[in-house]
């Protein structure tokens, strides 16, 4: 994280001009976030605060977006899913949800100005006593 912070992290995107892009991103922050987060404030609270603590988030302030001049936003929003606990009771459950498929004015999302062939692979594994699975994305 120190070495993105410090030298930047960069992503295989389509090309873009600066304009196309500074449109998008005054829209993103006029626009804001899905009514969902506005309904339940608090909950992205604890999952934001959840997400830092894993080491999963960096949360910035409005201010210091304004200084990344190629950034890309996309709003979060909050879904509500119904599971079960490990003793089979119904509990309900929220999941912050980070919108990368949302279009700006440009007509394009985040997802979209991505090359996705350029993206290095992204492995998701899980260890059983049966098997070791890796896949990959």
Request: aromatic share 10%; hydrophobic share 40%.
């Amino acid at each position: 994280m120190k070495a993105y912070l410090k030298d930047s992290v960069t992503f295989p995107l389509v090309p873009m001009s600066k304009t196309v892009r500074s449109i998008d991103k005054e829209f993103m922050l006029a626009r804001g976030n899905h009514k969902s987060v506005f309904k339940s404030k608090e909950i992205v609270r604890e999952l934001i605060n959840e997400d830092m603590i894993h080491g999963h988030a960096l949360p910035l302030t409005l201010e210091c977006i304004k200084y990344l001049n190629n950034i890309l936003i996309a709003p979060i929003g909050v879904v509500k899913q119904e599971t079960i606990d490990k003793h089979g009771n119904a509990v309900t459950k929220f999941w912050m949800t980070h919108d990368q498929s949302f279009p700006g004015p440009s007509g394009l999302s985040v997802n979209s100005w991505l090359i996705v062939e350029k993206l290095p692979p992204c492995m998701f594994g899980f260890f059983s006593k049966e098997s070791y699975i890796t896949l990959s994305v």
